[in-house]
């Protein structure tokens, strides 16, 4: 019974989610464009798949991952397992498995991403299939990993965020340069799809069980930022992976062509 | 489903092998989390489903419909009210606004009063949907004008930093984060849903190219308003 209202909970603060979207999409469409809506029953039928859909996976995701993920993430930064009970902050390689964490979990939440999962799809189909939506999540997900360990380490070391963010921006504009053109825009986009449901919260239990027992840092100050790593990250890593296809391609090509010759 | 199952594998794996291999602790409550997990796994498909027949098709269908009204001012109207709509009611953005309020608290940047702090957290949530607003709002105008996406990031990106130069330093965390918590799982597919229809049905514009672009403004003038926010409080 327990597990039924909870349930209802969470399908009434995701309808309320969408309530404000529905109102914006029908208003527009009968009061502006005056239209009616093709497929008007199929329509309402998925916008109910993915009310449910998405009670469904916050409900799960609350039961059993997060829970877990969270208390792994208080047990990784604890002083006892770190070892810097005696007061002093440890080298940062003390830290080992707290990246090793970091990185596995930005990866694996990421792959589970269903806002990713959208724009993959989306992407796949006005691509005309040349970007694959495994081979896009995985650019993302890698991005993300190395986001979030590098933020950890900034946690560790106490550098201030902002010299992370801005040599980011620079690397991002130098490959801007550089990258495949058709590309760009998707890029950049990834960049903010990859942090929403499924991320935020273990990624942010992380920081702030780091932000509270490494001596010295302040959790309001030093606790944020992981996310912000974690939407600059994609950006190169999905630029990075347009690259290697081109220059995979052309080297294809080329050698080809010198068979060919041959 | 089968899918489903693939997508979530490498999370299931991770924390099985910290718990086991590394804190070297039993998994507590192995019946609830595995109930858990279907349900995750059930959410995750009817979700997919439900994008595919119902959020893609209705996006793109009334951006051709805006396209052929031609009507400038209510695709922008529209696109103001999708950003600041699904913004202003995210849940991730009042816990954000909710903690900022209390680093602000404590930096002795307002008063230390539930008024204070509640005052400060909505007109932090309003100041980040109206940037939100903002960004769909131009990055529509970008599809339309066929400019490339990468002159006004960059330029996004110069204000991003100058603004960190002059911003109380206790802000510059809470508005980087900022950037990435604006955009929710249902406007996300939406947005894409809207940008690659319009970028369809304009002639000259290219769905890859010119179609994405929306969700990169949505997080990134967020940033900027969050610490302009700071500096005037």
């Not at chain 2, 049905?201 to 700071?230: C, E, H, K, W």
Request: with cysteine.
């Amino acid at each position: 019974m327990s597990y039924l209202s909870h349930f209802l909970t969470s399908l009434l603060s995701t309808i309320r989610d969408v309530l404000p979207i529905a109102i914006i999409l029908f208003g527009f469409q009968l009061v502006i464009l005056r239209k009616q809506i093709p497929n008007l029953r199929q329509i309402l039928i998925g916008f109910v798949f993915v009310l449910l859909g998405l009670a469904f996976f916050l409900e799960g995701l609350e039961q059993a991952l997060f829970p877990l993920g969270k208390l792994m993430a208080e047990q990784l930064t604890a002083p006892e397992f770190l070892g810097i009970t005696d007061g002093g902050n440890g080298s940062w390689a003390n830290y080992l498995w707290v990246y090793v964490f970091a990185f596995a979990i930005g990866f694996s939440t990421t792959i589970a991403e269903p806002s990713l999962i959208a724009v993959a799809i989306k992407a796949n189909q006005v691509s005309g299939g040349a970007i694959g939506t495994w081979g896009l999540r995985i650019a993302v997900a890698i991005g993300v990993a190395v986001g979030i360990s590098l933020g950890a380490y900034r946690i560790v070391t106490g550098t201030p965020l902002h010299y992370f963010i801005i040599t980011g921006y620079i690397l991002v504009v130098i490959q801007t340069l550089y990258c495949p053109k058709t590309i760009i825009a998707l890029a950049y986009d990834s960049g903010g799809v990859t942090t929403s449901t499924v991320t935020v919260p273990l990624v942010a239990a992380l920081g702030l069980g780091l932000a509270n027992n490494i001596p010295g840092r302040n959790p309001l100050l030093d606790g944020f930022g992981l996310i912000a790593f974690a939407s600059l990250f994609p950006i190169m890593s999905v630029m990075g992976y347009a690259q290697l296809s081109e220059w995979r391609a052309q080297r294809d090509k080329r050698s080809r062509s010198e068979n060919e010759r041959n | 489903m089968l899918e489903s199952v693939r997508d979530l594998l490498p999370i299931i794996a991770v924390i099985a092998f910290f718990q086991l291999v590394i804190l070297r602790q039993p998994i507590p409550d192995l019946g609830g989390l595995l109930i858990g997990t279907l349900l995750v796994v059930l959410g995750l498909t009817l979700f997919i489903h439900g994008l595919k027949v119902g959020l893609f098709p209705i996006g793109e269908s009334m951006a051709h419909d805006f396209a052929r009204k031609g009507s400038l001012f209510w695709l922008l109207a529209f696109a103001f009210a999708l950003g600041f709509g699904t913004t202003v009611a995210e849940p991730a953005l009042i816990a954000v606004a909710d903690e900022a309020s209390k680093v602000a608290a404590n930096g002795g940047m307002i008063e230390k009063t539930e008024e204070a702090m509640q005052s400060y957290a909505d007109g932090l949530r309003l100041t980040v949907a109206l940037s939100v607003g903002l960004a769909i709002v131009i990055g529509v105008l970008r599809i339309i004008k066929g400019w490339p996406i990468q002159y006004l990031i960059v330029a996004g990106y110069v204000g991003v930093v100058t603004m960190t130069f002059f911003a109380p330093p206790e802000i510059i965390g809470i508005a980087y984060d900022s950037g990435g918590v604006t955009t929710s799982t249902i406007t996300v597919p939406l947005v894409t849903a809207l940008g690659v229809g319009l970028a369809s049905s304009i002639q000259g514009r290219n769905p890859l190219t010119d179609g994405f672009g929306l969700i990169a403004f949505a997080s990134l003038t967020p940033m900027i308003f969050v610490m302009g926010y700071g500096m005037i409080l």
